[in-house]
């Protein structure tokens, strides 16, 4: 008796209807990017690497698509507020990425290999070959728990194709850092674990998905702003709706600028002023005096003269 009551309850639960929202992205299909080899190697510390690290991918708001729980009431606002930015790049054996989100709705309680954790604060990384359909996809989920710090990984599906499997460890291929009211969800993604090769090369295309996840602390139910899709919402698990992304060449860095030293203006001599002197023209006041004088001393002697011969 008891089992068939199981039995039922495990039948009404796989035919209830999930309450779930979901609104595809209006690019679906038809996200492109290029992205270009780090001249910088990225630094796995949950930080953002300065020029040559990292291509920024310019998601437009046509390339995101919305899934939520409908049992909750905010949780459809929240997932059209979440706010994130994505950066990637790459080297001839690895995937680089990070995902910085925003940390308003950011709860998450759970440990290390939480399969769990797509209903909380987290992000899921989806990647394939460019030319993968279905469910041949690389999908994993990293975190950061909001009450100790502790770092989370836990992988929903290994490539059936890969050379390798991924195995998500703290410090290695993912960290999860908070600051600053942001969530840095960095991870370094080797190309066996979703290729049949060891490497890439400029020109290939791959696939790749993002779903960043968040919720409450009084809610428990999924809240996911995906850029592309294929992972999460109505369409399922398809590989085939990923981004598919273009390795370019390596990311060129400007150069720094150059500091223009203003130099003093020169000084020039400036020969001293000349001043010139203005002589008067000599006269010849002194020799008239001198005639003048001259003809009255003739004068007076010839009037003495003609007075003595009067006489």
């Not at 992205?35 to 796995?44: D, E, N, R, S, T």
């Not at 920024?56 to 930015?85: C, M, Q, T």
């Not at 990425?97 to 290390?112: E, P």
Request: glycine letters at 10%.
């Amino acid at each position: 008796m008891k089992k068939i009551i199981a039995l039922l309850i495990v039948a009404i639960l796989l035919t209830t209807p999930v309450l779930a929202g979901f609104e595809e992205e209006a690019n679906a299909y038809n996200i492109k990017y290029t992205i270009g080899a780090y001249a910088v190697k990225p630094v796995l510390d949950g930080k953002l690497d300065g020029d040559g690290a990292y291509t920024k991918i310019p998601v437009a708001p046509g390339d995101i698509s919305y899934a939520w729980n409908e049992s909750y009431d905010k949780a459809e606002a929240l997932a059209r507020g979440h706010e994130f930015e994505i950066y990637v790049s790459y080297d001839a054996n690895n995937i680089y990425a990070l995902v910085i989100t925003d940390a308003k709705s950011y709860n998450c309680d759970s440990d290390d290999g939480d399969g769990n954790v797509w209903q909380k604060s987290a992000i899921q990384v989806s990647i394939a070959g460019g030319g993968d359909t279905g469910t041949d996809r690389l999908e994993y989920g990293i975190f950061r728990n909001s009450e100790n710090g502790g770092q989370g990984g836990v992988v929903w599906a290994q490539h059936p194709d890969a050379k390798a499997e991924f195995d998500p460890v703290a410090g290695t291929n993912y960290v999860v850092a908070l600051d600053g009211g942001k969530l840095y969800y960095e991870t370094v993604i080797p190309v066996n674990t979703f290729l049949n090769k060891d490497s890439v090369a400029e020109g290939d295309v791959i696939g790749l998905n993002f779903v960043m996840a968040q919720t409450d602390s009084d809610y428990s139910g999924h809240i996911h702003t995906q850029w592309s899709s294929g992972c999460t919402g109505d369409p399922g698990k398809d590989a085939e709706r990923f981004a598919k992304i273009t390795l370019g060449p390596e990311i060129v860095v400007a150069p720094p600028p150059v500091e223009v030293v203003e130099e003093a203006p020169a000084v020039v001599d400036t020969p001293a002023a000349v001043t010139t002197t203005t002589v008067a023209p000599k006269t010849n006041d002194s020799i008239i005096i001198v005639v003048s004088v001259a003809l009255i001393a003739l004068a007076a002697a010839a009037f003495i003269k003609r007075r003595i011969s009067v006489k």
